[in-house]
């Protein structure tokens, strides 16, 4: 649906063939810390109560095997609807992201992009239907932005594959036809801010969760186009006290703020996500798809220039920077 807008489909060519070269380069920066994806597999059985007691035992368990649940596809000739789960994996690093996990997070959104569909009704079990992502941190936090050993260590070159490369990256994640969902159980600082800004919903923990537009306290802006998403978050004005504060927000703070969608009781954030889930993958994937294509239109106009304006800034302001 949204591939139909130009400018998603150069972005998807830009993901696919152009950044290829760049994401190797910072595969080969390499880094502790991996991103894993893994494919839920949600059944629809007649009633939202089945839905329910069926996912829940899928997402309960930690293993990943148990959460594939490949079984279930061969079971009925209708694919069940499919959750990719993006999980940041560096919880000794607050889930900082170094060079190998940037280019793994490229994978990831890839492996969206692959999976969704034109046409629903296309679904195989080799190609399942995907409904839903979710991105979330192993450990404690969300995501405490780029490793800062790798910025403290970059040349201007490399910063700028890094920039173009999260550019492309989470506009196609912001620009994907499905709903998305941001699971936060800890802090989300800078670069791990401008993720949760590429996501429709944000499910927090509301006494752990926490978010950050660090940037201004650090000597830069926004590198990975979260200001230009921001504003359509949150409006204008009041991204710009947020990026000139540079203060940290509260989940309630946040949630008050427009910045968090959910608010979930302490240790409650993964069962109101998969509510969430459920919810949005028993609605029609096409209302679903023009939905976003509807609410994205305006924005994605003025993205593009907004883009080059935040790219010129993030450049100006690491050429400045002293590490
Ligand atoms: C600014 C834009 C830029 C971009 O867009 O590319 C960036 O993202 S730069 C990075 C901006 N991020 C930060 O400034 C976050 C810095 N970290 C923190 O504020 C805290 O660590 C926090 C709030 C995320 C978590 O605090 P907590 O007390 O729970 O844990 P620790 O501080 O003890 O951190 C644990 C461990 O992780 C290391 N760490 C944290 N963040 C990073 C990072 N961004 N890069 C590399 N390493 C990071 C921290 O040093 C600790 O390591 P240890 O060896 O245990 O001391």
């Known amino acids: 649906m949204l591939q139909r807008l ?12 152009d950044s290829r070269v760049v994401q190797e380069r910072l595969r080969q920066l390499g880094g502790s810390g991996t991103v894993r994806t893994t494919l839920e597999e949600i059944r629809r059985e007649g009633n939202e109560d089945q839905n329910k007691t069926k996912s829940k035992d899928m997402s309960n368990s930690n293993s ?4 594939t649940s490949t079984a279930a596809a061969t079971e009925s000739s209708t694919p069940p609807n499919t959750v990719l789960r993006i999980t940041l994996d560096n919880p000794l690093r607050a889930n900082a ?9 490229g994978d990831a959104v890839q492996t969206a992009v692959g999976l969704e569909l034109q046409d629903p009704a296309s679904a195989t079990a080799a190609k399942p239907k995907l409904a839903c992502v979710v991105i979330q941190g192993a450990g404690r936090h969300f995501c405490a932005g780029s490793d800062l050993n790798l910025l403290a260590n970059a040349t201007a070159d490399t910063a700028k594959d890094m920039l ?6 989470t506009t196609c994640f912001k620009t994907l036809s499905v709903p998305t969902i941001a ?10 801010s401008e993720l949760v800004t590429m996501t429709d919903y944000q499910v927090a923990d509301e006494a ?20 230009a998403r921001l504003i359509h978050m949150v409006g204008a004005h009041r991204a710009s006290q947020a990026l000139m504060s540079a ?15 959910h608010l979930a009781p302490a240790g409650e954030a993964p069962r109101v996500c998969d509510d969430l889930v459920q919810t949005l993958t028993s609605n029609d994937p096409a209302a ?12 994605i106009e003025s993205l593009e220039a907004s883009q080059d304006t935040e790219k010129e800034m993030f450049e100006s302001a690491f050429a400045r920077l002293q590490w």
Not at 6 to 17: C, G, H, K, N
Not at 214 to 224: C, D, E, I, K, N
Not at 288 to 299: E, N, V
């Open 208 to 227: 752990a969760a926490r978010i950050r537009f660090v940037h201004a306290r650090r000597g830069l802006t926004p590198g990975w186009g979260g200001a």
């Open 64 to 67: 990943k095997s148990a959460r």
């Open 247 to 261: 203060r940290m927000f509260t989940a309630k703070d946040a949630h008050n703020y427009g910045l968090f969608s």
């Open 288 to 299: 679903i798809a023009s939905a976003k294509l509807l609410s994205l239109r305006g924005f």
């Open 183 to 192: 699971l936060l159980q800890g802090d989300a600082i800078g670069g791990g």
């Open 6 to 17: 130009s400018f998603v489909r150069r972005l998807r060519q830009e993901l696919f063939t």
């Open 97 to 105: 992201l170094c060079g190998k996990m940037l280019a793994e997070l």
């Open 164 to 169: 173009n490369f999260m550019h492309t990256v």
